[in-house]
């Protein structure tokens, strides 16, 4: 069965930095591109990141660009965000999310508190 499942969210003050890993298992992680979302209290959900399937091609949110970074581990089946200079505008739970072709799969979603 599919499942992605996403760690290392929590809180951190302005400037800080975390890891967001998304582990996936049940179809082939090579085949898709993996993205990154997020959704604030009383908004919609946005694109932060996305990497391609092979070629590991990357493209961001302006809102991120620079301080965002997207990978893949294809020996890990795991798709990374390190995010560095957080910003309280970067509170959101995020979202793992893979694609290929018609098919489309979510992760639960982790929590992401930047606040002092």
């Known amino acids: 069965q599919v499942q992605l499942v996403e760690s290392g969210g929590g809180w951190v003050q302005p400037g800080g930095s975390l890891r967001l890993s998304c582990a996936a298992s049940?179809?082939?992680?090579?085949?898709?591109?993996m993205s990154w979302y997020r959704q604030a209290p009383g908004k919609e959900r946005e694109l932060v990141a996305v990497?391609?399937?092979?070629?590991?091609?990357?493209n961001y949110a302006d809102s991120v660009k620079g301080r965002f970074t997207i990978s893949r581990n294809i020996a890990k089946n795991t798709v990374y965000l390190q995010m560095n200079s957080l910003k309280p505008e970067d509170t959101a739970v995020y979202y793992c999310?893979?694609?290929?072709?018609?098919?489309?799969?979510w992760g639960q979603g982790t929590q992401v508190t930047v606040s002092s």
């Open positions: 999310k893979a694609s290929y072709l018609f098919s489309q799969y």
């Open positions: 049940g179809f082939t992680f090579n085949n898709y591109a």
């Open positions: 990497i391609g399937s092979t070629e590991g091609s990357t």
